[in-house]
């Protein structure tokens, strides 16, 4: 079946800092890639995501890029701020729009 | 536009009792999915809908669980009877119907059983 593996957090930095969370899958076929971010006493809300390989999905800084060939959906950010703390999450559709999440990665950002 | 409303958004029961939630999805989403979100895991699947149709409910424990989406709108998810481990978060979310459409999530509603 579909899984995903995320890095295991707490990730701490200090404001300003890059930012990597690791995402690597397993899936059969052509999944979509997703990730989605969960800020305190929120719900989850998309971040970003990539439907076919090589796409890069893009949003409020953040970058990921769909590597088939490693099965990696690797998040990035190049300056990381106070208000990026939240629990990020990485995911994969298979057939039928079924979400398949990873377990979650807690990046706290210090000043 | 008015996001996933999901009520109540906290629960306390004792084991054995019962407990209903509610979700109110998207207007114009078809599609509604309830997932189940444990302490330092990510989201899991119970059931999902199409209008009123369960099209998917392979991970519901059906000896305890049960939903129901009359009309394809609202939906409730039930517990009977609840026990210890069904502390969670479950979490409602829907979808406009086409595939691989952008799912959007309430905030939840956090069940502690006692």
């Known amino acids: 079946g579909n899984s995903v593996t995320q890095m295991e957090g707490p990730v701490t930095l200090s404001e300003e800092a890059f930012l990597t969370i690791n995402c690597t899958y397993t899936?059969?076929?052509?999944?979509?890639l997703f990730w989605y971010v969960q800020y305190p006493g929120e719900g989850l809300q998309l971040l970003l995501k990539?439907?076919?390989?090589?796409d890069k999905g893009s949003n409020k800084g953040f970058e990921a890029t769909y590597r088939k060939e490693t099965t990696s959906f690797h998040l990035e950010k190049g300056s990381v701020q106070v208000s990026d703390s939240a629990v990020y999450f990485c995911?994969?559709?298979?057939?039928?729009?079924?979400?398949?999440f990873g377990t979650g990665t807690q990046l706290k950002v210090e000043l | 536009e008015a996001g996933v409303v999901q009520s109540p958004r906290y629960k306390i029961i004792e084991k054995k009792q019962p407990v209903a939630f509610w979700c109110n999805p998207i207007?114009?989403?078809?599609?509604l999915y309830w997932y189940l979100q444990n302490l330092g895991q990510g989201p899991e699947l119970l059931i999902r809908?199409?209008?009123?149709?369960?099209?998917?409910d392979s991970q519901l424990p059906k000896d305890r669980f049960s939903a129901e989406r009359l009309k394809g709108v609202d939906s409730t998810l039930k517990i009977q009877p609840a026990e210890l481990g069904d502390s969670a978060v479950y979490l409602c979310?829907?979808?406009?119907?086409?595939?691989?459409?952008?799912?959007?999530f309430g905030p939840g509603t956090r069940l502690t059983v006692l």
């Open positions: 995911a994969l559709t298979g057939g039928g729009n079924k979400l398949t």
């Open positions: 979310a829907s979808s406009q119907r086409d595939w691989a459409n952008e799912q959007f």
């Open positions: 990539a439907t076919k390989a090589d």
């Open positions: 207007s114009g989403h078809n599609t």
């Open positions: 899936a059969t076929g052509y999944p979509s």
């Open positions: 809908y199409e209008n009123e149709e369960a099209v998917d």
